[in-house]
């Protein structure tokens, strides 16, 4: 069992920024892919950034020169710089992670976390 639990959301104005977190714990042996996703109200949920094995990364167009995802492997934590934010970046972010864990026996795991919202005042 993987838990994900992302921290960092918060309210912030137009052109500011923040840091969201998502550290995982649990008997992990690897992470091999991260993604950052969120859901405005009314909207589906989507992903907006994404990092593999290797710190290759991969964002959405809306997000892409603003947001940056990076990784701590030593602290199993994935973070999302985000800068320039516009109150359509205003969501319940969450993030879901990949890999495997497991002690005895090694086990695929899709894990994700319980979200932290992000409002952006205009």
């Known amino acids: 069992q993987v838990q994900l639990v992302e921290s960092g959301g918060g309210l912030v104005q137009a052109g500011g920024s923040l840091r969201l977190s998502c550290a995982a714990s649990g008997s992990i042996f690897s992470i091999n892919a991260v993604g950052w996703h969120r859901q405005a109200p009314g909207k589906q949920r989507e992903l907006i950034a994404r990092?593999?094995?290797?710190?290759?990364?991969n964002y959405a167009d809306s997000v892409k020169g603003r947001f940056t995802i990076s990784r701590d492997n030593a602290k199993n934590t994935v973070y999302l710089q985000m800068n320039s934010l516009k109150p359509e970046d205003t969501a319940v972010y969450y993030c879901?992670?990949?890999?495997?864990?497991?002690?005895?026996?090694?086990?695929?795991?899709?894990?994700w976390g319980q979200g932290t919202q992000v409002t952006v005042s205009s």
């Open positions: 990092i593999i094995s290797g710190d290759s990364t």
């Open positions: 879901n992670a990949q890999g495997y864990a497991g002690v005895a026996l090694r086990r695929l795991f899709d894990s």
